[in-house]
């Protein structure tokens, strides 16, 4: 399993930014994925999960209505858009391979993405 | 809101054993939680040791075990090495697709 998550950055308050995650090693669309953030100095917060069919998703409060969860079955490929963004969003993004469905666990973690809010 | 709690820290000497807690603000953890446990070395990403109350990831030595012990979820480390001091995570599924992570034990071995 390979996951590599790409589209991180700096960012104004208020601005958007798309995280993608591509994955490899195994069949994507048999699998529930996630995105998990930490904040500098932090301890690790679950953000969102997607289905393997891509018809459900849920999202923690800090985000939801503000970021959008999505999958590419065609590419294998995992995508955070991220609107209205605060400086409270700054962290690093973590794509992350569930063990199934959206009621197991994590399984398989990337490397992670760096993105900043700041003026 | 139901807030997972961890033991903020705690230490081991070299061979012992410890075992670090997963609970619940309000409420008993059960394997309806499917709690899991996650590793995290300074500058790494987490890494996966037990998921499912007790499933061991592929490549996790069998030092590491995962149980329900009275109302929490515990993860026990046996023979203590070095390279396990780390920030270990647990996460607890809340239904409704929502999973929350604990704060974090900060693991000293020394």
């Known amino acids: 399993v390979q996951l590599l998550e790409s589209g991180g950055g700096l960012v104004q308050p208020g601005g958007s930014l798309r995280l993608s995650c591509a994955a490899s090693?195994?069949?994507?669309?048999?699998?529930?994925m996630s995105w998990v953030r930490q904040a500098p100095g932090k301890g690790l917060e679950w953000i969102s999960v997607?289905?393997?069919?891509?018809?459900?998703?849920y999202y923690a409060d800090s985000v939801n209505g503000r970021f959008t969860i999505s999958r590419d079955t065609s590419k294998s490929t995992l995508y955070l858009q991220m609107n209205s963004l605060r400086a409270e969003d700054t962290a690093i993004y973590y794509c992350?391979?569930?063990?199934?469905?959206?009621?197991?666990?994590?399984?398989?973690w990337g490397q992670g993405t760096l993105v900043t809010v700041s003026s | 809101q139901t807030v997972v709690t961890q033991e903020p820290s705690f230490s081991v000497s070299p061979g012992g054993t410890v075992t670090l807690t997963c609970g619940l603000s309000?409420?008993?953890?059960?394997?309806?939680?499917?709690p899991s446990w996650y590793q995290q070395t300074p500058g790494q990403a987490p890494r996966t040791l037990i998921y499912?109350?007790?499933t061991r990831s592929s490549g996790v030595p069998d030092r590491f075990s995962g149980s329900i012990l009275g109302n929490k979820a515990a993860l026990t480390i046996t023979g203590a090495q070095a390279d396990d001091e780390s920030d270990y995570y647990c996460?607890?599924?809340?239904?409704?697709?929502?999973?929350?992570f604990g704060g974090g034990t900060k693991l000293t071995v020394l």
């Open positions: 992350a391979k569930g063990a199934g469905a959206v009621t197991r666990p994590v399984d398989y």
């Open positions: 090693g195994f069949t994507f669309s048999s699998y529930a």
């Open positions: 997607i289905s393997g069919s891509g018809g459900t998703t």
């Open positions: 309000s409420g008993s953890v059960s394997t309806s939680y499917y």
């Open positions: 499912n109350t007790n």
């Open positions: 996460v607890l599924y809340m239904g409704n697709g929502i999973w929350v």
